[in-house]
């Protein structure tokens, strides 16, 4: 484990580095792969001509990887070190996304590409199990509590700059470097969105350099499988002794359902945000939904992550948990009233994203440290994690699957009505949520 001596003075140990230098890339990291794949990949379908139904359908299908990945957990811990999986996982992903773009110039490329995807969101999946092992197996639960909110906003930064940055550049290089007309969705955008997914490489290749000189290894689990039997005996056991905690079920209903109105506005915000006021949007283009998402979002969700770790480590989680689910759930009501009065001034546009953003980074705070210091800890502290984390990508994509199909059938304003409904069983599991371990 590290101390807060080395925290605070790197130097009193040169072989182990601060947590400063690993923590915020590598779930920045983590973040960027898992919303190209299941969120700016919807946004591409769009203006690629899908129409709202299948582009959420077939961008949540790939967060089946992410909702499956307690299943493959164990055999992280069988080979080498947790590190080593992370930077596996990093550089061959990036090759990846190389492929994504060279893909796209084939004829009748939808099926080699979403099989592309499918392989790199497993690969992301993998990286997640041993990333976030990394930071359970090498801080101490005290130091994860201080490094939270710092965890909560690097990995927040992701969605901003792949949904902002990389979907506003998409716009750009669409209308000004290829010379296409920005109104009209169809095969036009595959040249943006080759040299998008191109940067996307660059960056997780970068980053797959950094956390070979930073990131520690990682502490071996108890029991650590030798072969692959072994493996399979601790899946079997690992799913026994979770089920085995007190008041299980209640965990596990928090863990999918502490998130629900977000999977269903995931797909959708951006939608509408693009889709003509005609047909109940926003009108917005590629660049105005990126400038949007990654100038005043960005700094509303650091805002909001950096104030959701202090607030949590100054009361305590238990007696705050469900103050952050409010400030995830209540401001989707900015979709609501913006679906209602379709406002043309992009200021007021700005702030309804602002308001989401920074209460999602403030709230989401607890869900993470939830998971890490209730769900997780035990016999398989990574395994259990990644059953959480599991559970959400299960909502994540059973919402997202039908988020594009509900919408095209209510409307846009009564949608939103819907996911202001789906908010109820968020408050609930909040309110019933049970503690058993100490906080650190």
Same mark, same amino acid.
């Given at each position: ?279 109940? +949007?926003? !009108? =917005? ?6 400038? #949007?998402?990654?100038?005043? &979002?960005?700094?509303?969700? *650091? /805002? $909001? ?82 059953? +959480?984390? !599991? =559970? ?6 059973? #919402?997202?699957?039908?988020? &594009?199909?509900?919408?095209? *059938? /209510? $409307? ?29």
């Amino acid at each position: 484990m590290i101390t807060e001596t080395e925290i605070a003075n790197p130097s009193a140990n040169p072989a182990r580095k601060s947590p400063l230098f690993w923590v915020p890339t590598t779930y920045f990291t983590m973040a960027l792969a898992y919303m190209m794949l299941t969120n700016v990949s919807a946004i591409m379908f769009k203006n690629m001509g899908m129409d709202n139904g299948k582009a959420a359908e077939y961008a949540s299908y790939l967060i089946l990887a992410y909702t499956i990945k307690p299943l493959f957990a164990s055999f992280v811990e069988m080979y080498k070190t947790k590190k080593f999986f992370v930077i596996c996982t990093q550089l061959i992903i990036a090759v990846g996304f190389v492929g994504v773009a060279l893909v796209m110039s084939l004829p009748n490329y939808m099926l080699i590409l979403m099989s592309l995807f499918c392989v790199i969101s497993f690969l992301g999946a993998t990286m997640d199990i041993a990333a976030d092992g990394v930071y359970v197996t090498s801080l101490d639960s005290k130091t994860q509590s201080l490094y939270c909110g710092i965890q909560s906003l690097s990995w927040n930064i992701g969605p901003i700059v792949a949904a902002g940055g990389l979907v506003y550049l998409s716009g750009k290089l669409h209308t000004d470097v290829f010379h296409h007309d920005p109104k009209v969705f169809g095969a036009d955008w595959m040249d943006a969105w080759r040299v998008i997914f191109l940067i996307v490489a660059g960056i997780i290749a970068l980053m797959t350099a950094w956390h070979l000189r930073t990131m520690p290894d990682g502490a071996k689990a108890e029991n650590t499988p030798a072969n692959v039997n072994d493996a399979l005996f601790i899946l079997r056991d690992s799913f026994t002794t979770f089920f085995q905690k007190p008041d299980v079920w209640l965990m596990i209903a928090f863990a999918f359902l502490f998130r629900l109105s977000i999977g269903f506005l995931e797909k959708i915000g951006p939608f509408f945000m693009v889709d003509p006021i005609s047909k109940g +949007g926003l !009108g =917005l283009s590629n660049e105005m939904l990126g400038l #949007t998402y990654g100038t005043y &979002g960005l700094i509303a969700v *650091l /805002l $909001g992550s950096l104030l959701g770790g202090w607030f949590v480590a100054k009361r305590g989680l238990q007696p705050t948990l469900f103050i952050l689910c409010c400030a995830v759930n209540i401001p989707n009501a900015s979709f609501l009233v913006m679906s209602i009065f379709q406002p043309e001034s992009l200021w007021l546009i700005t702030a309804g994203v602002a308001i989401e953003k920074f209460f999602f980074g403030f709230g989401s705070v607890g869900f993470m440290i939830y998971l890490m210091q209730q769900l997780a800890p035990g016999k398989y502290t990574t395994t259990h994690y990644a059953f +959480g984390t !599991g =559970l959400m990508g299960l909502c994540m994509m059973v #919402t997202g699957v039908i988020s &594009g199909h509900l919408q095209q *059938l /209510l $409307g846009y304003t009564n949608y939103f009505i819907f996911v202001m409904l789906a908010t109820i069983p968020s408050f609930a599991v909040c309110w019933f949520a049970p503690f058993h371990q100490k906080e650190g």
